[in-house]
Every structure is written in structure tokens, then in C-alpha cells.
């Protein structure tokens, strides 16, 4: 039954689709109750339609302000693309895509923003050692590695290394190549001081090794007067108590 020609269902007299009852006995016609509803849905519809729409479009907008990547926006535009497509005979249905498209997209922008972030720069070594060492080494880089004190310095006061330079090594590596160090260091079986997170031991060759598995720090110093010299240094410096 058309909305334009509506047939009573009490005497089936044919009305008009404007009217409300019928023209001959004067009954309700469900017909134009049928059109009012629809119409309705249709209103509501139209309504949800524009809100997907304005969201839809809000999310691409987001897009571009925030600079994400073309692979971001190439999604917001199609997006555009489809809802204009759809609306115009849009459905609950089409409404549920759309919400979902847009979580797509904003998962997209979030990889495309975190892929995005810088990296942080590497630690200088010298920076991770006590006061007193940085202040006594001199290194040719400000990086860390081969650094040398002077035999004057009061850290090797009282005849430590018998008024030589100390050389030392300072490096940042991975825990993995830290703990290779330390592997290699007890291969030697030296004197261990400390053994945990932090690793201080003096080496066969009263050498004195430092290293911290949880920062990366390891530093290999030259040769003592004596282990008990190299022991004493490292309490001056810092690295033992």
C-alpha cells in the first residue's frame, strides 16, 4: 500500500494519503500512522547521519592539525570519501562502519605520532662517574674512553702508582656487553671487593675493574704500586666504601 492511496480497512474506501481518516466512515487509517513513523525515522536518522558526519570529520581534521604522517592522512581522506558516499542512505548499520573506520584511523595516527618521537641521545660516560674522578681524569673526549690522572693528583697521593699516570678506561655499554665483562673479569680469578649489580675487583695484575650492570659503567684502570693501593684508590674515588 502506497503512502499516497491508502485503503480503509473497515468499508476499503480509498483516501488520500494526507488524510488521517478516512473520508467515508471516518476510521483511523494505519496507514498514515505507518508515514508519520517512518517519517520520523527517517528524521532520526538524517540526525544521526550528521553527527557521524561531524565526528567523521572532526577525526580527520585532528589529523592534519596534529602533522601526522601521509599514511594517516591518506586514511582521513578516504574516510571523507566514503562517508560522503553513504550518507545519503545511511543506516544504523553504516553508522557502526563509520564509528569503526574511525578507531582504524585513530589507531593509525597514534603510530604514525609515536614512530615519530625523537630518540633519546646516548649517556656520556664521564657523566656517570663520581666527583673526584671527574675532576682528576683528563680524557681526550668528552665521551669517556681512554682517560689518564696524574701521578700528582692527591687521588694517587701517597705513592699509589709510585708517581706514575694512571690510565684509565671508561665506557657505556648494553648490560649484555657488561656482563661479558664481568665474565671475562672473573675468567681471571682476581680479588673480588663487591660482587651484585656492582662488580669491584683488583686483577692479577693489581689492576682495579669496575663495573655496574645496571648503568653500563665499566672502567679498567692501570697498574698499583700494590693491591692494597688499588683498593685504597677505589675507596677515594668513590667506587667502594
Same mark, same amino acid.
Given at each position: 500500500?502506497?503512502?499516497?492511496?491508502?485503503?480503509?480497512?473497515?468499508?476499503? &474506501?480509498?483516501?488520500? *494519503?494526507?488524510?488521517?481518516?478516512? /473520508?467515508?466512515? #471516518? %476510521?483511523?487509517?494505519?496507514? @498514515?500512522? $505507518? =508515514?508519520?513513523?517512518?517519517?520520523?525515522?527517517?528524521?532520526?536518522?538524517?540526525?544521526?547521519?550528521?553527527?557521524?558526519? &561531524?565526528?567523521?570529520? *572532526?577525526?580527520?581534521?585532528?589529523? /592534519?592539525?596534529? #602533522? %601526522?604522517?601521509?599514511?594517516? @592522512?591518506? $586514511? =582521513?581522506?578516504?574516510?571523507?570519501?566514503?562517508?560522503?558516499?553513504?550518507?545519503?542512505?545511511?543506516?544504523?548499520?553504516?553508522?557502526?562502519?563509520?564509528?569503526?573506520?574511525?578507531?582504524?584511523?585513530?589507531?593509525?595516527?597514534?603510530?604514525?605520532?609515536?614512530?615519530?618521537?625523537?630518540?633519546?641521545?646516548?649517556?656520556?660516560?664521564?657523566?656517570?662517574?663520581?666527583?673526584?674522578?671527574?675532576?682528576?681524569?683528563?680524557?681526550?673526549?668528552?665521551?669517556?674512553?681512554?682517560?689518564?690522572?696524574?701521578?700528582?693528583?692527591?687521588?694517587?697521593?701517597?705513592?699509589?702508582?709510585?708517581?706514575?699516570?694512571?690510565?684509565?678506561?671508561?665506557?657505556?655499554?648494553?648490560?649484555?656487553?657488561?656482563?661479558?665483562?664481568?665474565?671475562?673479569?672473573?675468567?681471571?680469578?682476581?680479588?673480588?671487593?663487591?660482587?651484585?649489580?656492582?662488580?669491584?675487583?683488583?686483577?692479577?695484575?693489581?689492576?682495579?675493574?669496575?663495573?655496574?650492570?645496571?648503568?653500563?659503567?665499566?672502567?679498567?684502570?692501570?697498574?698499583?704500586?700494590?693491591?692494597?693501593?688499588?683498593?685504597?684508590?677505589?675507596?677515594?674515588?668513590?667506587?667502594?666504601?
Amino acid at each position: 500500500m502506497s503512502i499516497s492511496h491508502l485503503v480503509c480497512q473497515y468499508c476499503s &474506501h480509498h483516501n488520500a *494519503g494526507a488524510d488521517s481518516r478516512c /473520508a467515508h466512515c #471516518g %476510521a483511523p487509517l494505519s496507514g @498514515a500512522r $505507518v =508515514a508519520e513513523a517512518g517519517h520520523s525515522m527517517l528524521t532520526e536518522a538524517g540526525r544521526d547521519a550528521s553527527a557521524v558526519e &561531524h565526528a567523521v570529520v *572532526g577525526t580527520a581534521k585532528a589529523v /592534519a592539525d596534529t #602533522g %601526522a604522517t601521509a599514511e594517516a @592522512a591518506t $586514511v =582521513a581522506s578516504g574516510l571523507q570519501r566514503l562517508l560522503g558516499t553513504l550518507l545519503p542512505k545511511v543506516t544504523w548499520q553504516v553508522a557502526a562502519v563509520a564509528l569503526a573506520l574511525m578507531g582504524i584511523l585513530a589507531t593509525v595516527l597514534i603510530r604514525s605520532c609515536s614512530g615519530g618521537l625523537p630518540s633519546m641521545p646516548a649517556m656520556d660516560p664521564l657523566d656517570t662517574l663520581p666527583q673526584s674522578v671527574r675532576s682528576a681524569a683528563s680524557c681526550p673526549q668528552s665521551a669517556g674512553g681512554n682517560c689518564v690522572i696524574a701521578g700528582t693528583d692527591l687521588l694517587l697521593s701517597g705513592g699509589l702508582t709510585s708517581g706514575r699516570a694512571l690510565p684509565l678506561s671508561v665506557q657505556v655499554d648494553s648490560p649484555d656487553q657488561v656482563a661479558d665483562t664481568v665474565r671475562r673479569w672473573r675468567a681471571a680469578e682476581p680479588t673480588v671487593l663487591v660482587d651484585g649489580p656492582v662488580f669491584v675487583a683488583i686483577g692479577p695484575s693489581t689492576t682495579a675493574w669496575y663495573a655496574d650492570l645496571r648503568t653500563g659503567l665499566h672502567i679498567e684502570t692501570g697498574t698499583f704500586a700494590g693491591r692494597d693501593a688499588a683498593r685504597t684508590f677505589l675507596v677515594r674515588a668513590g667506587l667502594i666504601r
